[in-house]
Nanobody, 120 residues
Framework: QVQVVESGGGLVQAGGSLRLSCAAS????????MGWYRQGPGKQRELVAD???????NYADSVKGRFTISRNNAKNTVYLQMNSLKPEDTAVYYC??????????????WGQGTQVTVSS
């Protein structure tokens, strides 16, 4: 069984910063990528940023230049540094672990989510 646990959400004023952390543990065979998704009120869940095991990263256009994703492969952790936050960044942020199983099959694991609220 795999556990994915996020931390670091909260309330911040526009222009402020927050750092989200996510730790994965349990029976993980091979991690292809880890990433952050978010779901705002009345919106669909969307990719914020992800980072592959080799280190290449991908960002949503709306967060480029403001958010930075990083990863510690040895600890199965991923971080999201969020700067210059805007009210439209308000959402529940979910950590995702994209695992490749021993059978070579992809398997997704999700955290419970952490709330980020940006006040204007």
């Amino acid at each position: 069984q795999v556990q994915v646990v996020e931390s670091g959400g909260g309330l911040v004023q526009a222009g402020g910063s927050l750092r989200l952390s996510c730790a994965a543990s349990g029976s993980i065979f091979s991690i292809k990528a880890m990433g952050w998704y978010r779901q705002g009120p009345g919106k669909q869940r969307e990719l914020v940023a992800d980072i592959a095991s080799g280190g290449s990263s991908n960002y949503a256009d709306s967060v480029k230049g403001r958010f930075t994703i990083s990863r510690n492969n040895a600890k199965n952790t991923v971080y999201l540094q969020m700067n210059s936050l805007k009210p439209e960044d308000t959402a529940v942020y979910y950590c995702n672990l994209d695992e490749t199983t021993g059978w070579g099959m992809p398997r997704d694991h999700w955290g419970q989510g952490t709330q980020v609220t940006v006040s204007s």
